[in-house]
């Protein structure tokens, strides 16, 4: 493969992974979340982190995190609370429903990786790994 060809197999690979895990949680009942906001989801977890928090976490700007939660809490899976010592900072929690769709996004995630890695041996695997990581801070 000729290296002009590495970065657009990237994103030919990413899109397959989105549609992959779309497909996902359109059977799961999720059709309402993206990867993205299956990300933030994930990012949650039990530590009720901030907005700020959360948007470096998830390596984003504050806008769309802001974005990206409004539509969690709209659709019931988040909520926000300001912290009581500094009003200016809101923390995001998981709604019980949240948790749920927290949950399936994970199991959803497990079987990605499992489709992603068929044929690959684990140092294979690391390998991958290592590179990617190199190749990604050579933008930092």
């Known amino acids: ?23 996902e949680y359109d059977s799961y009942g999720l059709a309402d979340i993206s990867p993205a906001h299956a990300g933030v989801l994930f990012a949650i977890g039990k530590d009720n982190p901030s907005m700020q928090d959360l948007a470096q976490k998830l390596e984003r700007d504050n806008s769309t995190i802001t974005a990206l939660v409004a539509k969690l809490q709209h659709i019931g899976y988040v909520k926000k609370v300001r912290n009581t010592e500094d ?20 199991s959803i995630s497990r079987r990605m990786l499992v489709q992603a890695y068929g044929g690959f041996s684990a140092d294979e695997v690391q ?3 290592e590179l990617l990581d190199k190749l990604y801070k050579n933008f930092e």
């Open 1 to 23: 493969m000729r290296s002009d060809q590495i970065l657009h197999s990237i994103a030919r690979i990413r899109e397959r992974i989105n549609s992959f895990l779309q497909r």
């Open 87 to 106: 009003g200016r900072i809101w923390h995001v929690s998981l709604t019980s429903k949240g948790q749920e769709a927290r949950k399936k996004t994970i």
């Open 127 to 129: 390998i991958l790994s």
